[in-house]
C-alpha cells in the first residue's frame, strides 16, 4: 500500500531545498503534480487496478525528481547539462531516498525502471509485462501535462525567445524529414528554435495508449499546441500547416477521428 500523504510530504520537503519562486522550478511543480493527475486519468480510463494506479500516481511524483538539481546546477533543461532521469534514479535508488517516499520495496523495480526510461528517446522493449505498463504509462502522462505546459507556460520560460522570434524562425530539413516519417526528434538533432516547437509536437507519435490518444483530442492539443505560434516565417507556416494535417491524419489511421484542419 502507497501512502500518498506520506510521499507528498516527502516530496514537499525535497523541494525546500530549491527556489519555488524560480521560473523553471514552479514550472516542474506544477508539471509533476500534472502528470500525476493525467497517470491517474489514464488509469481510470483503462481500468486499471487501484494497486496499479496507485503505483502510476507515485512513479509521476517522482519521475523529474533529478530535474530540480539539474535547474539549481544549470538552470537549463537541455540534456547535454545533465541527464535528469539518472540522477534521480542515482538519488531515489543509489542514495536510498526512495525509503523517504514508499517503505514497501515491493515496487522498486517497476519505479525504477519506469523512471529511468520515462525521457529516452525510443522505449525498448521490456520482458516484465507490468513494468513495461508503467513505462509506458509514464511517458504518455508525462507529455499529456507536456502540452499544458506548451500553452500555458511563457514561451521566453521554455525557449528563451518570444513568440514572435520563434515564429520567424525556419525548421530544419532534416527536422522535417523526419516528422513526416512519423518519427520523435532527438534532442540533439535540434538546431533552431523552430526545430524544439517542432520536436514537441513530433512526440505525439510516441504516445502509448488509445485512452490517451482520446485525452489529445478531446482537448484539441495538436491544433492549439501549433497554433499558439504567430507563423510570421510564409515557409515555416507552411510546414506547420501540412504537419498539422499529416498528424492528424496518422492519427485517424490509429482509429482517432480529428476532423478537418484550419489554418
Same mark, same amino acid.
Given at each position: 500500500?502507497?501512502?500518498?500523504?506520506?510521499?507528498?510530504?516527502?516530496?514537499?520537503?525535497?523541494?525546500?531545498?530549491?527556489?519555488?519562486?524560480?521560473?523553471?522550478?514552479?514550472?516542474?511543480?506544477?508539471?509533476?503534480?500534472?502528470?500525476?493527475?493525467?497517470?491517474?486519468?489514464?488509469?481510470?480510463?483503462?481500468?486499471?487496478? #487501484?494497486? @496499479?494506479?496507485?503505483? +502510476? $500516481? %507515485?512513479?509521476?511524483?517522482?519521475?523529474?525528481?533529478?530535474?530540480?538539481?539539474?535547474? $539549481? =546546477?544549470? *538552470?537549463?533543461?537541455?540534456? @547535454?547539462?545533465?541527464?535528469?532521469?539518472?540522477?534521480?534514479?542515482?538519488?531515489?535508488?543509489?542514495?536510498?531516498?526512495?525509503?523517504?517516499?514508499?517503505?514497501?520495496? #515491493?515496487?522498486?523495480?517497476?519505479? =525504477?525502471?519506469?523512471?529511468?526510461?520515462?525521457? *529516452?528517446?525510443?522505449?525498448?522493449?521490456?520482458?516484465?509485462?507490468?513494468?513495461?505498463?508503467?513505462?509506458?504509462?509514464?511517458?504518455?502522462?508525462? $507529455?499529456? @501535462?507536456?502540452? =499544458?505546459?506548451?500553452?500555458?507556460?511563457?514561451?521566453?520560460?521554455?525557449?528563451?525567445?518570444?513568440?514572435?522570434?520563434?515564429?520567424? #524562425?525556419?525548421? #530544419?530539413?532534416?527536422?522535417?524529414?523526419?516528422?513526416?516519417?512519423?518519427?520523435?526528434?532527438?534532442?540533439?538533432?535540434?538546431?533552431?528554435?523552430? *526545430?524544439?516547437?517542432?520536436?514537441?509536437?513530433?512526440?505525439?507519435? *510516441?504516445?502509448?495508449?488509445? +485512452?490517451?490518444?482520446?485525452?489529445?483530442?478531446? $482537448?484539441?492539443? %495538436?491544433?492549439?499546441? %501549433?497554433?499558439?505560434?504567430?507563423?510570421?516565417?510564409?515557409?515555416?507556416?507552411?510546414?506547420?500547416?501540412?504537419?498539422? %494535417?499529416?498528424?492528424?491524419?496518422?492519427?485517424?489511421?490509429?482509429?482517432?477521428?480529428?476532423?478537418?484542419?484550419?489554418?
Amino acid at each position: 500500500m502507497i501512502d500518498f500523504k506520506k510521499a507528498h510530504q516527502a516530496f514537499e520537503t525535497y523541494l525546500d531545498s530549491y527556489n519555488r519562486k524560480d521560473d523553471k522550478i514552479r514550472l516542474k511543480i506544477i508539471h509533476t503534480y500534472g502528470v500525476m493527475t493525467y497517470s491517474e486519468e489514464i488509469s481510470r480510463r483503462m481500468k486499471l487496478s #487501484s494497486q @496499479d494506479t496507485d503505483l +502510476a $500516481k %507515485i512513479i509521476a511524483l517522482l519521475h523529474d525528481i533529478g530535474r530540480f538539481e539539474q535547474l $539549481k =546546477r544549470f *538552470d537549463s533543461f537541455q540534456p @547535454d547539462t545533465m541527464d535528469h532521469a539518472a540522477y534521480g534514479v542515482q538519488i531515489l535508488f543509489e542514495e536510498g531516498m526512495i525509503r523517504q517516499f514508499i517503505e514497501d520495496p #515491493s515496487w522498486d523495480s517497476v519505479i =525504477r525502471t519506469a523512471i529511468a526510461l520515462h525521457s *529516452d528517446y525510443i522505449l525498448r522493449s521490456i520482458p516484465h509485462p507490468q513494468t513495461q505498463l508503467h513505462a509506458k504509462l509514464i511517458r504518455d502522462a508525462d $507529455k499529456l @501535462d507536456n502540452c =499544458r505546459v506548451k500553452l500555458e507556460e511563457p514561451i521566453e520560460t521554455l525557449l528563451g525567445i518570444s513568440p514572435k522570434e520563434l515564429g520567424h #524562425s525556419q525548421i #530544419s530539413p532534416h527536422i522535417a524529414d523526419a516528422f513526416f516519417h512519423n518519427q520523435c526528434i532527438e534532442s540533439s538533432q535540434r538546431v533552431t528554435p523552430m *526545430d524544439y516547437w517542432v520536436s514537441y509536437i513530433a512526440y505525439f507519435y *510516441d504516445i502509448n495508449f488509445q +485512452a490517451s490518444r482520446d485525452i489529445i483530442h478531446e $482537448k484539441n492539443y %495538436i491544433s492549439r499546441i %501549433i497554433h499558439r505560434i504567430p507563423y510570421e516565417n510564409p515557409e515555416t507556416k507552411t510546414h506547420m500547416k501540412q504537419m498539422e %494535417i499529416h498528424l492528424k491524419r496518422y492519427f485517424g489511421n490509429l482509429g482517432t477521428n480529428f476532423g478537418t484542419c484550419s489554418f
